[in-house]
């Protein structure tokens, strides 16, 4: 498959960096095409743990990366990022990493706008993400290019800093750290448009990564408690400059169960000790904030939506294992509101706000299935909960997680 898009199905946090590690060793780029340091995938490698904001997690492949002009970036952040990778060098990320020069910069002053009441109440992470966006859309942003005219760029961030208040020692030490990052990723940048199509053309494999889900999408989720940008398949074409023609093959990922982070709707939340300990078994706090997810049982509705929206090919399950020692396990397959059953998504807050799930109850399969690695290895009642997934959303599971490690998947 020359081109394949890798997108959450849920709200985020379904373990998409140990997806596209995986499949990264067989492509030729890896493409983050939208969102910023509210990223915070995750990558286990031979027990240790990294954890990646900005940098495609394909990079610990030694393959080519492309950070899109979907993206909104802290130069300074991405800087840091690129010394801290453990066992990848700086050098080596130099040679592995290309930047759009079309793509957004965050800017202290941005993560300054970033604390309002509405924020916390959306949940953000405070990295000045939504704020770079709005200046995106009001056309007053600033592009990666600027880098190339670091003396102009520093004074400009100098006097916006000023403006929207900044500490001022603060705004002085990050300009420093910039002065002298600027010139090495203004080497990076580049037509990513042009890049990712040049590829393309000459049969290289690609793979197309998002941050969040396909329900923080700006469009598509469950607004207003969503992100900045397009999180489905359609940002991972405007956000690569990759045409919708030419991407060949859509895997969703999703979750055994359910999480989200922040306010907002989750039908099928649990609030009780069965919910903690799914939070505790599946370490679920946030890889950038630290923050504690809220959880609830797999909502089925939602992931055959997503599915449709996308035009998911295939799915990878995440996390089966967190599901082993449960008596009994739920699965939202429809909700009711007003008397009345539907297997659609509201797209209306206030039906969906007021709606309750319908759940089907299976028997929990009671075995441990960490680290298995084929499919035939699975608990029969294991099985039969993936093939239940696969006959609801008609879509094929083709791996399956048993584990954070690279090498705890099954494929089929």
């Excluded at 953000?124 to 102009?152: A, F, N, S, W």
């Excluded at 448009?193 to 969040?212: K, P």
């Excluded at 469009?219 to 398949?233: A, L, R």
Aim: aromatic fraction near 8%; proline fraction near 3%.
């Amino acid at each position: 498959m020359p081109a394949q898009a890798v997108i959450g199905l849920q709200w985020g946090d379904e373990g998409k960096g140990k997806i596209v590690d995986l499949i990264s060793d067989h492509a030729d780029m890896v493409v983050r095409y939208q969102g910023g340091q509210n990223a915070g995938h995750t990558v286990v490698v031979k027990g240790e743990k990294r954890v990646f904001h900005l940098l495609p997690s394909g990079i610990l492949q030694d393959k080519k990366c492309l950070l899109g002009n979907g993206m909104v970036i802290d130069p300074v952040g991405l800087w840091e990022e690129a010394n801290s990778i453990k066992g990848v060098t700086l050098d080596q990320v130099a040679e592995r990493v290309m930047i759009s020069d079309r793509a957004q910069m965050i800017f202290p002053y941005h993560k300054k706008r970033d604390v309002s009441e509405l924020s916390k109440k959306i949940g953000t992470t405070g990295r000045g993400i939504g704020p770079c966006y709005v200046d995106k859309v009001k056309r007053t942003g600033l592009l990666m290019q600027e880098l190339r005219h670091l003396d102009i760029l520093i004074k400009r961030v100098r006097e916006l800093c000023a403006t929207e208040g900044c500490d001022t020692e603060t705004t002085s030490e990050y300009l420093k750290t910039l002065a002298v990052c600027g010139p090495w990723l203004a080497d990076r940048l580049v037509n990513g448009a042009y890049e990712i199509n040049q590829a393309y053309d000459a049969g290289q494999t690609l793979i197309l990564e998002g941050a969040q889900g396909t329900w923080l999408d700006i469009d598509h989720g469950t607004y207003p408690f969503v992100t900045s940008s397009n999180t489905t398949i359609g940002g991972a074409c405007t956000g690569s400059g990759l045409p919708a023609s030419k991407v060949d093959h859509v895997l969703g990922i999703v979750k055994a169960y359910t999480t989200r982070v922040g306010e907002g709707v989750l039908p099928t939340e649990l609030r009780d000790q069965t919910g903690e300990y799914l939070r505790k078994r599946g370490n679920e706090f946030g890889a950038t904030t630290g923050r504690p997810r809220r959880v609830g049982w797999l909502d089925l509705v939602v992931v055959k939506q997503a599915a449709i929206i996308n035009g998911a090919d295939e799915l990878a399950v995440m996390k089966l294992d967190v599901l082993d020692e449960l008596d009994e396990i739920q699965v939202a397959v429809a909700y009711e509101f007003d008397g009345k059953q539907t297997d659609i998504f509201p797209s209306d807050t206030h039906v969906l706000d007021q709606s309750k799930p319908v759940y089907r109850t299976f028997t929990g399969w009671k075995a441990n299935t960490i680290g298995l690695q084929k499919y035939e290895e699975l608990p029969v009642k294991a099985q039969e909960y993936l093939q239940f997934m696969e006959s609801f959303t008609g879509v094929k599971v083709r791996f399956i997680s048993t584990g954070p490690g690279r090498e705890e998947t099954i494929e089929r």
